[in-house]
């Protein structure tokens, strides 16, 4: 069991194929077991959804899907779960280490991508606590987990 058997990336509101792919291989290929998609559209849903199912199995670890982020919240049972946002839409920067001390704790620890180029609606971003990357923009949602991901795993701020 690893300390980090209590960390979900969450995939919310994707329509294409490679985000879905890209973001499964970052978290898969970084050691992380848990993946979750939820309310995926279009091809993301006919397409990216089995072919994540498909490289998780072959990885030996977790595949959700799940209609909207309210489930997410519900079967996690997370109350506030941790939505990384375009450093465009909130000054608030996420803290790599006060994070990692979470996953040390062995609190479970929800992380929140969106697969929408609009981001998060107002009323998803009022489900979560919201910050971004130190970044100039968004860097999507490949960019932001793997970043956020290494940092956890090797305790970088």
């Given amino acids: 069991m690893s300390e980090f058997d209590n960390v979900y990336v969450v995939l919310h509101n994707v329509h294409a194929v490679s985000k ?91 992380i929140v991508v969106s697969g929408s180029n609009s981001s998060f609606s107002r009323k998803e971003m009022d489900m979560g606590e919201c910050a971004s990357l130190d970044a100039h923009f968004d860097i999507g949602p490949a960019g932001t987990v793997s970043v956020t991901l290494y940092a956890l795993k090797h305790g970088l701020e």
């Fill in 20 to 110: 879905v792919i890209d973001t499964a291989q970052v978290v898969y290929g970084l050691g992380f077991k848990n993946f979750v998609i939820s309310k995926p559209e279009g091809t993301a849903a006919q397409t990216g959804v089995p072919d994540a199912n498909k490289l998780a199995m072959k990885m030996r670890s977790n595949f959700m899907v799940l209609p909207d982020l309210s489930d997410v919240i519900e079967l996690l049972g997370v109350d506030r779960p941790l939505l990384l946002v375009s450093p465009l839409l909130t000054k608030t920067r996420v803290n790599l280490a006060a994070l990692s001390q979470r996953v040390k704790s062995g609190e479970r620890l929800v």
